[in-house]
């Protein structure tokens, strides 16, 4: 068996992926595969383990692309659609495993519980319908993934605290505009950084190419990729060129051995 962590990029785009419906931008139209973006979410595997970071409304597609034989569960960084309203599609894991691990937020909770309220039902439940076990979250608390204690990293999304996840030698970061200096120290050492990069212009709530790679050299992980990309921000090869050594653009179905 392989030993390595196994990175796979589900979905590197932001919250209306790539193309946008109807959209006649050039990067929209791009026939270049790398040009095309699912809802932002990763796949971590490793030994025999499989945990997703989010789970946006192209999860199912995601699955049928990356297949995976069981999933031990789902780590949630905010409750926007883009991140959670794919949580539907678990069915087909719940009803071979039974009830699936959700971690998050304790507000998450709160969101997922009221707008998927038959998920989380106790009785009268609808045949068929999934169940989750769920996991609160906290800043300072790792949780125990498979054989890896997993840390929790705080930041925000303009005025929304989101959560980050370190697993190991691998740090991933989304939906950030601001992260705090003892948030940033839980990220040193790691080979490998995620973050996201909307576009090249500023924007309130995320961080744009420029804040991104000041992250990026802060940290100072062996390679950064950047996902929750905007069509805006430009074709994937010409973009790619203008980066710093070592920082990448990810891309939809990049797979990363750490
Ligand atoms: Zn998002």
């Not at 009803?95 to 106790?122: C, M, N, W």
């Not at 439940?125 to 609160?136: D, K, L, M, T």
């Not at 790792?142 to 740090?171: C, K, S, T, W």
């Amino acid at each position: 068996m392989d030993d390595k962590m196994t990175i796979t990029f589900l979905g590197t785009g932001t919250s209306q992926g790539i193309p946008v419906i109807g959209s006649d931008h050039p990067v929209c139209l791009s026939k270049d595969p790398k040009d095309k973006r699912l809802r932002v979410s990763v796949l971590v595997s490793w030994k025999n383990f499989n945990y997703v970071i989010d789970c946006g409304p192209d999860f199912r597609q995601q699955m049928l692309t990356n297949p995976i034989e069981k999933l031990d569960g789902i780590l949630f960084t905010h409750e926007h659609a883009d991140h959670t309203a794919g949580i539907d599609d678990i069915r087909p894991f719940f009803f071979r495993q039974g009830d699936i691990p959700i971690y998050a937020h304790e507000r998450v909770i709160t969101s997922l519980k009221r707008r998927f309220d038959y998920i989380f039902a106790g009785e009268n439940r609808y045949p068929g319908a999934p169940a989750v076990q769920v996991v609160q979250v906290k800043k300072d608390t790792p949780i125990a993934l498979g054989d890896l204690e997993v840390v929790p990293i705080e930041a925000y999304h303009n005025r929304l605290q989101v959560f980050g996840y370190r697993f190991g030698e691998f740090v991933y970061l989304t939906d950030v505009k601001r992260v705090e200096e003892d948030q940033i120290k839980k990220m040193k050492g790691a080979k490998v950084l995620v973050v996201n990069a909307l576009r090249k212009e500023p924007h309130h709530s995320h961080f744009n190419l420029e804040e991104a790679i000041a992250l990026a050299q802060e940290v100072g992980a062996e390679k950064t990729y950047f996902t929750h990309i905007s069509h805006i921000m430009g074709f994937h090869e010409e973009v790619e060129k203008e980066l710093p050594k070592n920082i990448h653009l990810a891309y939809d179905n990049l797979q990363l051995k750490i």
